[in-house]
């Protein structure tokens, strides 16, 4: 699982039992997977399609950094599906998981469009000549 962002947990992402509101979580979950999405698939013009049972495994508190791992497990011919881990950075343990988050690849008419990758590619890889 890979790691690339974190966020830092301010007053303004807090429920009114003053930890983490989990439609902030999601939001930003969403945003990491489509950005991870739109890099693996290179296509802007990825959608969330699915997301699968969300299991809330702890509480983040203001103050608190965490970070989001996300994971490609399956390249459809127009899809792609990520896992996902939120865990706290400094203790490690872990916030909230999903084990399904498909994206979409469309076409400049919306409609789904064949991507034609079956692994996980780096840009780094992409740009050697």
Same mark, same amino acid.
């Given at each position: 699982?890979?790691?690339?962002?974190?966020?830092?947990?301010?007053?303004?992402?807090?429920?009114?039992?003053?930890?983490?509101?989990?439609?902030?979580?999601?939001?930003?979950?969403?945003?990491?997977?489509?950005?991870?999405?739109?890099?693996?698939?290179?296509?802007? $013009?990825?959608?969330?399609?699915?997301?699968?049972? %969300?299991? &809330? !495994? #702890?509480?983040?508190?203001? +103050?608190?950094?965490?970070?989001?791992?996300?994971?490609?497990?399956?390249?459809?011919?127009?899809?792609?599906?990520?896992?996902?881990?939120?865990?706290?950075?400094?203790? $490690?343990?872990?916030?909230?998981?999903?084990?399904? %988050?498909? &994206? !979409? #690849?469309?076409?400049?008419? +919306?409609?789904?469009?064949?991507?034609?990758?079956?692994?996980?590619?780096?840009?780094?890889?992409?740009?050697?000549?």
């Amino acid at each position: 699982m890979n790691f690339h962002t974190r966020k830092w947990v301010k007053p303004e992402d807090l429920n009114p039992n003053r930890t983490l509101f989990g439609g902030s979580l999601l939001r930003w979950i969403d945003e990491e997977a489509a950005i991870y999405a739109i890099i693996q698939l290179e296509n802007q $013009r990825c959608v969330t399609k699915y997301m699968s049972e %969300i299991n &809330f !495994v #702890s509480s983040a508190k203001e +103050g608190d950094i965490i970070e989001l791992g996300m994971e490609a497990s399956k390249f459809g011919t127009t899809s792609l599906t990520l896992s996902c881990v939120v865990r706290n950075k400094l203790t $490690r343990k872990t916030i909230l998981a999903v084990d399904k %988050i498909v &994206f !979409v #690849s469309l076409d400049e008419n +919306g409609a789904p469009q064949p991507h034609g990758k079956t692994e996980v590619t780096y840009v780094k890889d992409r740009l050697q000549s």
